[in-house]
């Protein structure tokens, strides 16, 4: 098995420097949508699209009262 320093290094040696690196990792949940409680929902919404999640979305959203 190749260690990831090698490998690193190879990659900077024949592509050069990283300029930006994006994760790209989530969650996910084992139901279906009709199994899935909304609090779950909510939970992997706000874990893989943090700014976006229904509900806190909305609440930052909202204008403020005059």
Known sequence: MR???TWADEVARDLGAI???INNAGISLGATIEDTR???FEW???INYPDTSSRQSQQAQAP???
């Open 19 to 21: 300029h930006i690196v």
């Open 44 to 46: 992997l919404m706000g």
């Open 64 to 66: 403020a009262a005059p």
């Open 38 to 40: 909304y609090e779950d």
């Open 3 to 5: 260690r990831f320093p």
